[in-house]
């Protein structure tokens, strides 16, 4: 595709049920970031792929967090028995490479809301 | 931990002010980008610098890299409604890469 395509948009779930949010990264693209923002805020880094490797998961919050990137390209981040401080918008980014001096190219993010 | 500091955190000026926005962390970064995000969007590359006391030039907006690769500045000429929005610096490592660890965040919001 053009872009990073992320879904849902928008999540509306109870406390405590699971939820999967999306990332399609731009094709060629071996590199593939999560991030998590709240209103107004800078981005907290979650998890990161890069191609084969092992991904480094050292900012996931919790063990509720997961995430999977299948064929070096689609992923998923699923968050287990969602709490009310998990609301926030959930951004993915891929890039060709080393961040050093490329880019990220951001979607548009998925708006978590825990009720 | 939040490694890149920025200020101000909010910022409302008025159309044809001059403005800066400072980045800053006691760590070392290889390069340090600048991203602008708009209500609903991802954020968007403005620009990268690499070299420590580099300075680039993206028309109005004036971005510099610290001498010792701990700080950056972005500084806005005759700021227009559309340089609303939230700026973002983030640093990278280096060695091969991985994460980019992003700052705060300044909200501008530029009125006629």
């Known amino acids: 595709g053009a872009g990073v395509s992320q879904s849902p948009s928008n999540k509306v779930t109870e406390k405590g049920k699971d939820v999967e949010l999306r990332c399609d990264p731009i094709?060629?693209?071996?590199?593939l970031y999560w991030y998590r923002q709240s209103l107004g805020q800078g981005l907290e880094f979650l998890i990161y792929?890069?191609?084969?490797?092992?991904?480094?998961k050292s900012g996931l919050p919790s063990d509720r967090f997961s995430a999977e990137r299948t064929g070096g390209s689609v992923s998923t981040l699923t968050i287990q028995r969602t709490q009310q401080e998990d609301s926030a918008v959930y951004l993915c980014?891929?890039?060709?490479?080393?961040?050093?001096?490329?880019?990220?190219?951001f979607g548009e993010g998925s708006r978590l809301t825990v009720l | 931990t939040q490694l890149l500091e920025q200020s101000p955190q909010f910022l409302s000026i008025q159309e044809g002010e001059n403005l800066t926005v400072y980045c800053n962390s006691s760590?070392?970064?290889?390069?340090l980008q600048w991203y602008r995000q708009e209500p609903g969007e991802g954020p968007v590359l403005l620009v990268t610098?690499?070299?420590?006391?580099e300075v680039k030039k993206l028309k109005r907006l004036t971005f510099q890299f610290g001498d010792a690769r701990k700080d950056s500045s972005l500084h806005i000429t005759a700021a227009q409604p559309g340089d609303t929005g939230l700026y973002l610096c983030?640093?990278?490592?280096?060695?091969?890469?991985?994460?980019?660890?992003f700052g705060t965040g300044t909200q501008l919001k530029v009125e006629l």
């Open positions: 980014a891929s890039s060709l490479g080393s961040v050093d001096t490329g880019e990220l190219f």
């Open positions: 094709s060629g693209h071996t590199a």
């Open positions: 792929f890069q191609g084969n490797s092992a991904p480094d």
């Open positions: 760590s070392v970064f290889s390069s």
């Open positions: 610098v690499v070299t420590g006391g």
């Open positions: 983030a640093g990278a490592r280096g060695g091969g890469g991985n994460k980019l660890t």
